[in-house]
Structure formats: C-alpha cells, structure tokens
T-cell receptor, first 108, second 112 residues
C-alpha cells in the first residue's frame, strides 16, 4: 500500500528562520516523490520532485530511502512561503497519493 | 500552458440527487485523477484513470463512480448525493511517468 505521512498539521516560523516540513512514506517499490504547494486562493501546483534534485524558490528535498523520508527544507523562510504544503507519492500503478498537508505560516 | 478546467466552481445540490462533476484537460495527458480535499484530511484519491475507458479505485471510492469516454475528459459522478459528500473536489492530469500533475481550480460542492 502507498501511504504518505506528514506529522505536522501546522508549522509557524519567523521570517529568516530555517524551516523543515516533514514527510515520511510507505511503499515497497521505488517511489516517485513530490512536494506540492497551494497558496491562498490558488491551484495546487508542483514545487519540486525528487528525480530532478533541484532547488525551487530556495526549497530542497532529499529522498532518504533508509528512513523513507522526503523532508522539505529552506534555510531562510520568507513571508511569501506561507501556504499549504503537500507531500505526494506515485507508485508503479500511476496512483498518486497525498499526505494530509502542513500549513506553513511565516511570521514577519 | 497546461489547462485543467473543472466545469463548476461552486455547486449546491440536494440530498439524493445525481451529481456530475466534469473535468477537461488540453495537454493530451494519459492520467487523470479525482480527489476530495477536506481540512485536516488532505487530498484523498477517489478514482483515477490511466487511459480512455480505464479506471481504478482510489482510497475512498464509495458513493462515487467515474467515466472517461474521451482522453481529455474525466467525469466524477455522485449517484445519490449525501451531506457527507460536501467537500472541495479537485481534478488533476499528468503524463504517465515521472511528471507533475496539473490541477484544476476545484469545485466546492455543498449537499443540502
């Protein structure tokens, strides 16, 4: 079974502080992992995916197969980072499942 | 620019009505998905389709069915709407392998 766990419903940090949004997954095969973001009143959109190993808007995420984690990190949070963040996993059957999401608030 | 368009932004229906939610994408994507989004529960997959006329159940298919007669269109059907189906419904589409899913703007359905 595919499962994604985001343990924090809410995360609040101050501007300029580091931020880490946690994601753990359960899947027996080789997963594709993604982070999606939903800003207020906007569509859900892709932030980054593990196969690209890229940094988007200062965010990075590393797949740790040993710990089955894909945590999202940013060294210096900005107010415009405030949003809902979802971790997602795609397994071999094209099934794409999401976690429950973490609402990030960056305070001035 | 990829477009995933859901037919309605807001919908109010009565208990017991048959409800159709329509989704159209213009990028020739093979995969299409229907989710419901509820506070504290995140996105839960209802059904997905990886080809025309092909469908697979997601994690919460009860009370729903889907139809995909054409590649660009994926319909979600509530056979007999109930109040616990009041939710935000999101449609998404993607190519098969290793690519992102593009989402529609969502349909907020209220069943009274």
């Amino acid at each position: 079974a595919q499962r994604v766990t985001q343990p924090e419903k809410l995360l609040s940090v101050f501007k300029g502080a580091p931020v880490e949004l946690k994601c753990n997954y359960s899947y027996s095969g080789s997963p594709e992992l993604f982070w999606y973001v939903q800003y207020s009143r906007q569509r859900l959109q892709l932030l980054l995916r593990h196969i690209s190993r890229e940094s988007i808007k200062g965010f990075t995420a590393d797949l740790n197969k040993g710990e089955t984690s894909f945590h999202l990190k940013k060294p210096f949070a900005q107010e415009e980072d405030s949003a809902m963040y979802y971790c997602a996993l795609k397994g071999g059957s094209e099934k794409l499942v999401f976690g429950k999401g973490t609402k990030l608030t960056v305070n001035p | 620019d990829v477009k995933v368009t859901q037919s309605s932004r807001y919908l109010v229906k009565r208990t017991g009505e048959k409800v159709f939610l329509e989704c159209v994408q213009d990028m020739d994507h093979e995969n299409m998905f229907w989710y419901r989004q509820d506070p504290g529960l995140g996105l839960r997959l209802i059904y997905f389709s990886y080809d025309v006329k092909m469908k697979e159940k997601g994690d919460i298919p009860e009370g729903y069915s889907v139809s995909r007669e054409k590649k660009e269109r994926f319909s979600l059907i509530l056979e007999s709407a109930s109040t616990n189906q009041t939710s935000m419904y999101l449609c998404a589409s993607s190519f098969r392998v290793g690519t992102e899913a593009f989402f529609g703007q969502g349909t907020r359905l209220t069943v009274v």
